[in-house]
C-alpha cells in the first residue's frame, strides 16, 4: 500500500491541485475540510473526504490516525478572521489547550503550535508546494499590457512594504498609489484589503509577496480569480506577486479576466538588501 497523504483543507482551488499532485505521485489522500465553503471538486478527487470544522483539533487528530495518514499538508485559505467572526469556531479542549500555551495569536504561532503536534503524533508536516511547482511564476509581466513608468515604480515600492509586513507577521498584501499606502492586510483578509485600498487609491497597485522567513508548510501566498475579482471591483490597476514564492492559481482563467480588464501582472524577484 502506497503513501497516506492528509489534506487539511481551507477556501480556494489550491486543495484541489494538491490532491491530483499527490494522487499522480502515487499517494492516497485524505481530506479533512477544516471551513464550509472549501472547492466543490474536493470530495470527488479525494480518496476520502471528511468536513470538520477548524476548532474540532481533536477529532480532526484522531481522524487522521485513524486513515493512517502519515504526511500531512495545510492548503487553501483559512484566514485568521475565522478565529474573531462570531460562533464560527467553536475550540474542543484540544484546540482551547494549544491557545492557552501560546504567547500570542499571530499566524506563525499557532500554525507552529499545529505542526509541533502533529510531528509529535509521528505525522510529517510537508512543503505546502511540493505538488504546486509549477503554479509559482518567473520573473516577468504575465499580462498582455505592461506596466507605465508611475506603477513600475509603485510596484516596487509596494513588493518592499508588503516585505516589511510579513516580517512582523501582519499579513502579506499591502494597496499603493503614488508610492502612498492605501491599505495594509491584516486579520481582515486579502480580499478586504484590496477592496478598502482600491476605492482608496484610484487606480492602485496590489503587491503581494512572501514572509522574509517564509514557512513553506503553511501559507503561502496565493493569487487567483479571487483576487482578481477583488481589484475589478475596486478598479485597481494591477498587482505585483513574487516572482517564484507566489501560487498563481487558474492562472489562464485570472490572467484572461486581468486582460479583459486592463489590469497589469507582474512577477517580481526580491532586490537583494531591499527590505533592510
Not at 460562533?87 to 491557545?99: F, H, M, N, S, T
Request: glycine residues 12%; contains cysteine; hydrophobic residues 45%.
Amino acid at each position: 500500500m502506497g503513501k497516506t497523504l492528509g489534506v487539511l483543507a481551507g477556501v480556494g482551488h489550491l486543495p484541489v491541485d494538491v490532491v491530483l499532485g499527490a494522487k499522480a505521485e502515487g499517494y492516497r489522500t485524505v481530506v479533512v475540510a477544516l471551513v464550509p465553503g472549501t472547492h466543490e471538486e474536493l470530495p470527488s478527487v479525494a480518496d476520502a473526504f471528511y468536513g470538520i470544522n477548524i476548532g474540532k483539533v481533536g477529532k480532526i487528530f484522531d481522524t487522521l490516525k485513524k486513515e493512517g495518514v502519515g504526511e500531512v499538508t495545510m492548503i487553501g485559505k483559512v484566514t485568521k478572521e475565522i478565529l474573531y467572526s462570531g460562533g464560527v469556531l467553536i475550540p474542543d479542549w484540544q484546540a482551547l489547550k494549544i491557545l492557552m500555551s501560546l504567547p500570542d495569536r499571530h499566524d506563525d504561532t499557532i500554525m507552529n503550535a499545529l505542526v509541533k503536534k502533529l510531528e509529535s503524533m509521528d505525522i510529517h508536516v510537508m512543503d505546502q508546494t511540493l505538488f504546486l511547482k509549477a503554479l509559482m511564476p518567473e520573473e516577468g509581466v504575465l499580462s498582455k499590457r505592461k506596466p507605465t513608468a508611475e506603477e513600475w515604480e509603485d510596484m516596487k515600492y509596494g513588493f518592499r512594504m508588503a516585505k516589511k509586513i510579513g516580517g512582523l507577521d501582519i499579513g502579506q498584501t499591502v494597496v499603493v498609489k503614488n508610492k502612498a499606502i492605501m491599505a495594509v492586510e491584516a486579520i481582515e483578509g486579502t480580499d478586504a484589503c484590496i477592496l478598502r485600498g482600491g476605492q482608496l487609491g484610484k487606480k492602485a497597485i496590489v503587491a503581494k509577496t512572501a514572509k522574509p522567513a517564509q514557512d513553506s508548510r503553511f501559507d503561502v501566498p496565493g493569487v487567483g480569480v479571487k483576487t482578481m475579482e477583488s481589484m475589478i471591483a475596486s478598479g485597481c490597476a494591477g498587482i505585483v506577486m513574487e516572482a517564484g514564492r507566489t501560487l498563481f492559481v487558474e492562472r489562464e482563467r485570472a490572467l484572461q479576466m486581468a486582460n479583459e480588464h486592463g489590469i497589469t501582472v507582474v512577477a517580481m524577484k526580491e532586490e537583494p538588501g531591499s527590505v533592510n
